[in-house]
């Protein structure tokens, strides 16, 4: 098969897959037959190829997937004009500190915030398919240890968790980003689930680096078929 026509095929096997395809789903499609770099390469030819049209190839955690621009949401929403419920702020700070700190307790996201955590935050971020329990701490009690899911990294658009947005640490003193935490939040306490303000630049920060990720309702982040996984947000 010459390389005009492996494109071709693979091409249309990622537009039309119900899911994003890895790089041995791909070498079935040409029964092993093509190497891994060659097929590699042709990724690359695609994604140059596809580079002035709407939608765009790009690699996440499960594989590879065609999916629509973020700049054409606002046209695309149009299509889905319902409103789906949002998140809250202390969900999405949740959310944050999991992946920036995981694998972490109940506990230490806790002691992190400042607040307590109401049970239903931590089964809304399960249900939906971005957090999952992957061990326990070996001390009293044995408390569960959350982190992120390829689910997660799915929908925020990576492939791993090193494309985690940076944080702007201009203004926030090293050691305690290091710890995502401060010496004055041992006391901090409120009567709202939403973090207390004093001390909490690296928590803040996190946030909106997360949130900048979470897909908006709509097409736009999503693939360019139908699909059976869950809509974000």
């Excluded at 709202?192 to 001390?199: P, V």
Aim: glycine residues 4%.
């Amino acid at each position: 098969m010459n390389t005009t026509d492996a494109k071709r095929v693979l091409e249309t096997a990622l537009i039309c897959s119900a899911q994003p395809l890895s790089l041995r789903d791909m070498a079935v499609l040409f029964d092993e037959e093509l190497a891994v770099d060659t097929i590699k390469k042709l990724l690359a030819d695609l994604q140059l190829e596809w580079s002035s049209k709407g939608v765009e190839l790009v690699r996440i955690a499960s594989g590879w997937r065609f999916q629509s621009r973020p700049e054409l949401r606002p046209y695309l929403d149009r299509l889905h004009p319902e409103k789906p419920p949002r998140y809250s702020r202390a969900t999405l700070e949740t959310l944050a500190i999991i992946a920036y700190r995981q694998p972490v307790t109940r506990g230490d996201m806790e002691d992190i915030r400042g607040v307590t955590i109401n049970s239903l935050i931590i089964k809304q971020l399960e249900d939906r398919g971005w957090i999952e329990v992957i061990g326990h701490r070996e001390t009293v009690g044995r408390p569960a240890l959350f982190a992120t899911t390829r689910q997660f990294l799915d929908d925020m658009g990576l492939s791993s968790l090193d494309q985690l947005p940076p944080l702007d640490v201009s203004e926030i003193q090293e050691s305690a980003l290091d710890r995502l935490d401060f010496e004055a939040l041992s006391g901090a306490s409120a009567p709202e689930e939403e973090a207390a303000d004093t001390g909490l630049a690296p928590v803040q920060a996190a946030t909106e680096a997360i949130s900048d990720l979470v897909p908006e309702p709509g097409a736009a982040n999503q693939e360019t078929h139908e699909s059976d996984s869950k809509n974000p947000f």
